[in-house]
């Protein structure tokens, strides 16, 4: 199965064609939108934008991993993801 991810000029070009918002333009606006998600994770470890969903900083704790081919194992260090929860009228739009 071939993903088809949503590049940034994609988001850029829909702004453009649903707006006419200019490249320039939409592309500060995107910009600072990703800019607000990453200080308010970095702040608060959460992002709840209504009727979207919720951003959250997972922490990870180190563990053993292992090469799948080798079978080698490694240390996997310890980290922060994040993780995107879906809110309930995203949902049922995707399920429709």
């Known amino acids: 199965m071939k993903r088809h991810n949503i ?3 994609t988001v850029l070009k829909e702004i ?4 006419g918002i200019p490249s320039v333009f939409s592309e500060k606006i995107l910009n ?3 800019e607000i998600l990453i200080e308010g ?3 608060d470890y959460k992002v709840k934008i209504s009727r979207f969903g919720t ?3 997972l922490k990870k704790k180190s563990r053993i991993g292992r090469n799948p081919k080798t079978g080698q194992e ?3 260090e310890a980290r922060k993801t994040v993780k995107f929860y879906p809110s309930l009228e995203i949902k049922k739009k995707i399920n429709e």
Request: aromatic residues 16%; charged residues 20%; without cysteine.
């Open 32 to 34: 600072s939108v990703i």
């Open 7 to 9: 590049t940034k000029n």
């Open 41 to 43: 994770l970095n702040r």
């Open 16 to 19: 453009y064609y649903n707006l």
């Open 74 to 76: 490694h240390k996997i």
């Open 55 to 57: 951003f959250k900083v």
